[in-house]
């Protein structure tokens, strides 16, 4: 088998194509969903996919650790490779934390924003809160600003590769 033909198996792909969709909606879209200053006021949407990351994230990573991904092409250096793995590891923490320190956030709503209590997920159930001991739910926002860095760095690494170096990277995770 050629390094072109190693890929990610199915479940890992459309669980990273799901996911990646969304958490770029959410990262680019999602503020929007709840400021009623820009005119628009959907915190259901945003709770509601929110609670799918988190959801599909935590199945996603289970099944990573069961599913160790194919060795990486052999033409990459150290520092791509250790650049590739923090990147990645740094979007796990940010697919598992961004949901939980938004339903920390969303603790102090009551002062900023009451309706934004009353958000169901799904119209199945009230966002669930999370006591916000420690203060995380003030990195959710800071978080949102690491996420867009990543996904900037993450695309422009895949097109690099695919473009440049040519060396099939994105076939790794492409469907087909
Ligand atoms: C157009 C958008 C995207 C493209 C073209 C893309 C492409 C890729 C490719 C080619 C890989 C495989 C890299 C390798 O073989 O090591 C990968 C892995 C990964 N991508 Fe993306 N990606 C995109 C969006 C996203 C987004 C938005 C996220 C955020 C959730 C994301 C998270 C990840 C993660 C965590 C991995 C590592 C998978 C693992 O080893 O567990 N990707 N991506």
């Known amino acids: 088998m050629t390094e072109q033909n190693i890929r990610y198996n199915t479940v890992a792909i459309w669980l990273h194509w799901i996911i990646g969709l969304l958490m770029i909606f959410m990262l680019f879209f999602g503020e929007g969903l709840i400021q009623r200053v820009q005119g628009t006021f959907y915190p259901s949407?945003?709770?509601?996919?929110?609670?799918?990351?988190?959801?599909?994230?935590?199945?996603?990573?289970?099944?990573?650790?069961?599913?160790?991904?194919?060795?990486?092409?052999?033409?990459?250096?150290?520092?791509?490779?250790?650049?590739?793995?923090?990147?990645?590891?740094?979007?796990?923490?940010?697919?598992?934390?961004?949901?939980?320190?938004?339903?920390?956030?969303?603790?102090?709503?009551?002062?900023?924003?009451?309706?934004?209590?009353?958000?169901?997920?799904?119209?199945?159930?009230?966002?669930p809160v999370l006591p916000d001991l420690l203060g995380l739910g003030q990195t959710h926002s800071l978080g949102a600003v690491a996420g867009k860095i990543l996904v900037i760095l993450h695309v422009g690494a895949a097109l690099k590769h695919q473009l440049w170096n040519k060396d099939g990277l994105l076939r790794r995770m492409s469907p087909h």
């Open 45 to 127: 949407v945003h709770v509601s996919l929110g609670i799918t990351i988190l959801v599909l994230s935590v199945a996603r990573l289970a099944w990573r650790l069961m599913n160790p991904p194919p060795a990486l092409p052999t033409t990459m250096k150290p520092w791509e490779v250790t650049v590739s793995h923090i990147t990645h590891w740094a979007f796990y923490a940010l697919m598992i934390g961004m949901p939980l320190t938004g339903m920390m956030d969303i603790s102090h709503a009551a002062v900023r924003n009451a309706e934004l209590l009353q958000a169901s997920v799904f119209g199945l159930f009230n966002v």
